[in-house]
């Protein structure tokens, strides 16, 4: 949305598995939205885009899906010579308290029994190189988590409502103690006009 506001005479597709677009009052007319499932494949021919964005898909994903479907779909779209840029934060903490510590371990470990990676962020640039796009640049930053307030669901925590409570009212008051934090990575990298050949 930002960049078709800024950039009004490119064409953007955006697409989500939800359909929870902008308005058509609040879109730009150069932005259109699709509601489409990525592992279903991309509803796009081969090296259709300049510039394939990606973020925040996080915890939506299994690693498998991230190696054989995600990427390689991502960079089909893309035209050779074109831009990618993929952002994903770590789903884990750094610098905790004990209480934190607890919940997040449990709730790493019911992520990992799905099949969810939760150092996925840190794999993308190696995932890119085997799909054949180098020159990978990464940014990563920490996120303070200061005055955190998301909600963890109970039901993806192995712990007594007792426990849950208990651990949910000492980690919000240890993050800013410990100051707690996160990454963020960000990939971006020209995809160079690459000949494949078979032996
Ligand atoms: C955390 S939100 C990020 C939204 C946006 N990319 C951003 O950075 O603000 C994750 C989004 O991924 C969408 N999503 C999850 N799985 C998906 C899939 N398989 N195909 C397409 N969209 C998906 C969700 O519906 C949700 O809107």
């Known amino acids: 949305m930002d960049l078709a506001k800024e950039y009004p005479k490119n064409l953007y597709i ?4 939800s359909e929870m677009f902008p308005s058509e009052v609040e879109r730009p007319s150069s932005a259109t939205f699709i509601k489409a499932n990525l592992l279903d494949g991309l509803p796009f021919e081969n090296n259709s885009f300049d510039f394939v964005y990606q973020r925040f898909l996080g915890i939506s994903l ?3 899906q991230w190696k054989v479907k995600v990427i390689p779909e991502l ?11 993929i952002m994903e934060y770590d789903l884990i903490w750094f610098s905790l308290g004990p209480k934190t510590n607890v919940m997040l371990t449990k709730l790493k470990n019911k992520l990992q029994e799905y099949g969810i990676n939760v150092i996925m962020s840190r794999k993308i640039s190696e995932l890119l190189k085997a799909n054949n796009v180098h020159n990978v640049e990464t940014i990563s930053k920490s996120i303070p988590l200061g005055d955190w307030g998301g909600k963890l669901g109970r039901a993806s925590l192995d712990m007594t409502p007792e426990e849950y409570d208990d651990c949910l009212e000492g980690s919000a008051r240890e993050i800013n103690e410990y100051k707690s934090y996160t990454m963020s990575h960000r990939y971006s990298m020209l995809v160079r006009y690459t000949l494949l050949t078979t032996l």
């Open 75 to 85: 960079v089909r779209v893309l035209k050779p010579g074109g831009w990618i840029e």
């Open 14 to 17: 955006g697409i989500d598995i």
């Open 62 to 64: 299994t690693e498998v």
